[in-house]
């Protein structure tokens, strides 16, 4: 089943196409250089950089295929995002499936993160059985979230951030270090120089909480004014050191709670997405906590499948025909800005 598959919730302009969980043809158009600036998404920017994009990266991903025949369904992410972001998207899906004659699979972007591990390339690899039920940690610069993956498009949130996601939080640090945004990759590298090691201490939160919320606030909040009582110089000679202890105040929360929710469910197996998943430390951080339990983890098996693309759209699209999820009435397919799972 070949799925052409659009996505543009956010900063990436993507499209794909998908034969099951093959990938065919994977493209993405980064609005990164046109965000840094402004240190998080600037919304019109992403809109107009979408309108601008969206005709030459479907082009693109479409290049060895015609969309008549060799293309089965179109698939396209109709929410959570930026609203004015995913109509671009939605827009275009349209306007194929109208003049193609095609059925609109309409996904849900953290659905998208969640199948993402998933994805093979053309030759069919890695190889990975579905074993469900499944913890989903869906990890990224929007959302924060530990999902029970029942089975095929059937989930329930079992905890969630109540504030800023976990990308979102290590944007914010880089942001008050001087980092540029996106701040997660950058944390990362000047952690790693470190050795990962926590020298301050920042509080980690909601850990004595008996749920499976999140909160970054107050950490944020205690890094802000850490920060605002340090002198410049002080700063500057321990970016680093401030870099890795806040990532692994972070790091150390997420940790907890995704073994709280193992222990909860009595579930070992873990299937990781979103962004904040590209971090290999945290990789290493989670490996090691699902040895101890037993259990497996799988993580996105290639780079790009860990943030935005089109890829994971149409692999989750691909579970949705089977289950002949389509949109019934593509005139009243309309973007979900705050769609939950
Ligand atoms: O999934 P994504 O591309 O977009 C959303 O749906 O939000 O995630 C973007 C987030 C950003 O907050 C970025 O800082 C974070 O993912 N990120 C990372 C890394 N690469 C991207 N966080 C930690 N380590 C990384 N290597
Ligand atoms: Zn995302």
Known sequence: MRILAIETSADETAAAVTDGRNVLSNVIYSQIVTHAKWGGIYPALAKRAHEEKIDPVVKKALEKFNLNKDIDYIAVTYGPGLAIALEVGIKKAKELAQKFHKKIIAVNHLEGHIYSSFAQNSKGNPKHQFKFPYLAFVISGGHTEIVLFKDHCSYQILGETLDDAAGEALDKAAKMLGLGYPGGPVIERLAKQ?????????????????????????????????????????????????????QEAVFETMEKKLESAIKKTGINRVVVGGGVSANQYLRSKLRFLLKKYG???????????????????????????????????????????RLEL
Request: aromatic share 16%.
């Open 194 to 246: 470190t050795d990962n090691k926590d020298y301050y201490g920042f509080p980690r939160p909601m850990l004595k909480s008996n749920n499976l919320n999140f909160s970054f606030s107050g950490l944020k909040t205690s890094f802000f004014y850490y920060l605002k009582e340090t002198p410049e110089k002080e700063k500057i000679k321990n970016i680093k050191k401030l870099a890795s202890s806040y």
């Open 295 to 337: 259990g497996s983890i799988l993580f996105p098996p290639f780079k790009y499948l860990t943030g935005d693309n089109a890829t994971m759209i149409g692999v989750a699209a691909y579970y949705k025909a089977q289950k002949k999820m389509f949109v019934k009435n593509v005139d009243e397919l309309d973007r979900v800005p």
